[in-house]
């Protein structure tokens, strides 16, 4: 019975893309949890599939250079964000370095989230997710979001002219009407620097 689920279980993640991340849900017409679950650990066992964190799965995609390949850690964060259907927006040191204001890429990236509060470990990165009012969700535009967020990070005695220049380029590509929305959100002096890319 379990090598029937197990071989089931390969065959349609076979029929995907390598790379694809599965949870133990997307197999739910194939048996109960501990079957699946047992099935999943004995295919990672014998190398056919990758755990790539807790109750995450995927046939990895393989590269001449580099070889096996895990799943990003943004790719496996977006199938969670849609699976859980919930609102997540990253604070602190990622948004520094996704918005170009860091080099250090962080090995732990910290997300606010409408969902369930968690830590996953992805490879070498360390993910949590920490539930948050609806209010500090509320921002729409992507780039808006994630300035708001490092600026938070910065915090206004420690903010550069360089810091603020960079941010002002970056918020001109944002969506105006969304921009304008955001800045209501935000302390004073983060609506400030933001609002300089209103400017004409």
Do not use: C
């Amino acid at each position: 019975m379990e090598n029937s689920i197990g071989n089931k279980i390969l065959k349609k993640m076979k029929q995907n893309r390598r790379g694809k991340v599965f949870f133990v849900k997307d197999f739910a017409e194939l048996g109960d949890y501990d079957s699946l679950k047992k099935a999943l650990t004995r295919l990672e066992k014998k190398g056919e599939i990758m755990r790539v964190t807790r109750g995450i799965y995927a046939i990895p995609e393989q590269s001449e250079l580099l070889g096996t390949l895990t799943p990003s850690y943004d790719k496996v964060i977006r199938e969670i964000v849609a699976r859980d259907k919930a609102k997540v927006i990253p604070t602190g040191s990622y948004a520094k370095n996704v918005l170009g204001l860091s080099t250090q890429v962080p090995m732990k990236v910290v997300y606010l989230t409408s969902g369930s509060p968690r830590k996953l470990q992805i490879g070498k990165m360390t993910v949590i997710f920490k539930r948050t009012s609806p209010k500090n969700l509320a921002s729409k535009g992507e780039l808006s979001t994630l300035v708001i967020q490092a600026l938070k990070t910065i915090r206004k005695d420690n903010v550069t002219e360089y810091e603020i220049k960079k941010i002002v380029d970056v918020l001109k590509k944002e969506n105006p009407k969304h921009l304008e929305h955001d800045i209501k959100l935000t302390p004073r002096w983060i609506g400030e620097i933001m609002s300089k890319a209103l400017e004409k």
